[in-house]
């Protein structure tokens, strides 16, 4: 189990990878906490993200993005809202383009660059298909072949 693991690291020792696997096994947005156990803020960004271990939704601290991820907080927001009018389908594949590409940049995650078209059916598949944790195993072992 996971999550109590997650809340007891400050943010800024937070592992980018088991924080990803975090969210791959609670499914839903994190609650993360700092040294005195205060809630941080966070953003929740549907899509995912490749950093080798597949593509799962993600929770960024807006406290730590700097330390962690060297993002600032100001553009990391603008990627996570959804654009007025777009529907939650739409949305969910031009974050996941938009923050997947721009986070690669900073972390030097993807070892494979997806082109949209694959990107989409990725995403659209995540969400459709993940209902268990044994699902999101196998669809990203799907997605890794």
Not at 5 to 32: E, K, N
Not at 85 to 101: H, K
Not at 114 to 138: Q, R
Request: charged share 25%; aromatic share 6%.
């Amino acid at each position: 189990e996971l999550r109590p693991y997650a809340r007891s690291l400050p943010p800024q020792s937070f592992p980018f990878r088991t924080m990803v696997a975090c969210a791959l096994m609670d499914i839903s947005p994190l609650t993360y906490v700092d040294e005195e156990q205060r809630p941080l803020p966070c953003y929740h960004m549907c899509g995912g993200i490749e950093d080798g271990s597949g593509m799962l939704d993600i929770n960024i601290h807006s406290n730590a993005i700097e330390t962690m991820l060297g993002v600032p907080p100001e553009r990391l927001a603008a990627l996570s809202k959804r654009p007025e009018g777009d529907t939650a389908r739409d949305s969910i594949t031009t974050r996941f383009l938009e923050v997947s590409t721009y986070m690669r940049r900073f972390v030097g995650m993807a070892e494979v660059e997806l082109e949209d078209a694959e990107a989409e059916a990725v995403v659209t598949s995540f969400h459709e298909e993940i209902v268990t944790v044994e699902d999101g195993w196998a669809l990203l072992d799907r997605i890794r072949r």
